[in-house]
T-cell receptor
């Protein structure tokens, strides 16, 4: 398996534009997590899914952020409209529904909002 | 997260020296996970500890979980430039509902 795949790896956009980040989890994994990482706040959980169903979205900063998982092999995180304070590295991770809870991380998307 | 304290925040170590990073929980841990991150890359799983008093090693990195299962330490022996990066601990806590609670990370720099 290729591991968790994220695209794009880098995104530079202007304030007000819509941004869509994509994630393909490891095949067979039941959980999918979206994280944001910044120097100031560290690694923050935004939302996670179990079997394509959102379980906890309390980490989503505000209504400008939305996430979907239409099927077991694809998820998106959308920011509309984007703001400079959204600049961060966004990670997607997936895991099995076993007691190990080991999360496998994608390489991340570095988002810069000008 | 206030539930999980990681220290130190950053560390500069001479190559060849030993170092320790700590992760302390305010609650009993169901499990503690150590990850490493290199700049611009994702997190790589290092080790998982679940039992009180457990100790695991991988090459020159050893992680321990105390008997009370509230503190873990990551120890690197004879540090090398390849050890440089950010180390994060993630905790499986009671009522965490299948998500990991993360420490703030420790930035490790190895001086040649």
């Amino acid at each position: 398996d290729a591991g968790v795949i994220q695209s794009p790896r880098h995104e530079v956009t202007e304030m007000g534009q819509e941004v869509t980040l994509r994630c393909k989890p490891i095949s067979g994994h039941d959980y999918l997590f979206w994280y944001r990482q910044t120097m100031m706040r560290g690694l923050e959980l935004l939302i996670y899914f179990n079997n394509n169903v959102p379980i906890d979205d309390s980490g989503m900063p505000e209504d400008r952020f939305s996430a979907k998982m239409p099927n077991a092999s694809f998820s998106t995180l959308k920011i509309q409209p984007s703001e400079p304070r959204d600049s961060a590295v966004y990670f997607c991770a997936s895991s099995l529904a076993d007691r190990s809870m080991e999360q496998f991380f994608g390489p991340g998307t570095r988002l810069t909002v000008l | 997260s206030q539930e999980l304290e990681q220290s130190p925040q950053s560390l500069i170590v001479q190559e060849g020296k030993n170092l320790t990073i700590n992760c302390t929980s305010s609650k009993t841990l169901y499990g503690l996970y150590w990850y490493k991150q290199k700049y611009g890359e994702g997190l790589i799983f290092l080790m998982m500890l679940q039992k009180g008093g457990e100790e695991k090693s991988h090459e020159k990195i050893t992680a321990k979980l105390d008997e009370k299962k509230q503190q873990s330490s990551l120890h690197i022996t004879a540090s090398q430039p390849s050890h440089a990066g950010i180390y994060l601990c993630g905790a499986d806590l009671p009522d965490s509902n299948y998500q990991l609670i993360w420490g703030a990370g420790t930035k490790l720099i190895i001086k040649p």
